[in-house]
């Protein structure tokens, strides 16, 4: 992030939007609006796009939910694409249009 503008680079985007769960989690957050999430239900809806089932199950929903706190959120939080709560284990998204743009091209580049 450029802390003179506050904006991200077009490298740093690229390099947060390289996980896949990452880009999930962006999308899941953009989907359920303004306010926070948990970082379980935040959890639940990933590890449910990830199940072929459509029911990711309590080990998946747990494990996605330790990988997010751990690796994930703080990434995303560093670079101000969200802001994250430890204490409450909450998570909300802050609107960036170099993220956004770079998300929807992917979506309409899938065949």
Do not use: C, N, W
Request: charged letters at 30%.
């Amino acid at each position: 992030m450029d802390a003179s503008t506050g904006t991200i680079s077009i490298d740093e985007a690229f390099r947060l939007l390289a996980d896949r769960r990452r880009r999930q989690a962006i999308r899941y957050l953009q989907a359920h609006g303004d306010g926070a999430v948990s970082v379980d239900e935040l959890a639940a809806g990933i590890a449910d796009l990830e199940s072929a089932a459509g029911d990711g199950g309590e080990d998946a929903v747990r494990r996605t939910a330790i990988e997010l706190h751990h690796a994930h959120l703080p990434k995303l939080a560093d670079a101000d694409l969200v802001d994250f709560d430890v204490v409450d284990a909450t998570v909300s998204y802050r609107s960036h249009a170099v993220v956004e743009d770079l998300l929807r091209a992917a979506s309409e580049s899938r065949v």
